[in-house]
């Protein structure tokens, strides 16, 4: 079973909203999921990212891969809770 951390898209047309999720690679975009970590949304300025960086990093220990946009997201929650 090869885990991904990857984005399911649930926002509305033109208004995207993603969350950051573990599933299975041959799962579909939006398919079930095996944890939700947390949200991103886009289109908003402050406090687009909500995302439990312990459970993602749990996870990668445990050999789930992130895509490149995950990765960079969970980057960027951990530099943003270094600073908080």
């Known amino acids: ?32 999921a095996v944890e939700v970590l947390g949200t991103h949304n886009p289109r908003s300025k402050n406090d687009s990212l909500k995302l439990n960086v312990e459970r993602a990093d749990y996870w990668i220990s445990k050999g789930a891969t992130p895509t490149d946009t995950a990765l960079s997201l969970i980057k960027k929650a951990k ?3 270094v600073t908080a």
Do not use: F
């Open 79 to 81: 530099k943003a809770a």
């Open 1 to 32: 079973m090869a885990l991904k951390i990857r984005l399911s898209r649930i926002g509305s047309t033109h208004n995207p909203i993603y969350h950051v999720v573990v599933a299975e690679a041959r799962s579909r975009r939006d398919g079930a």
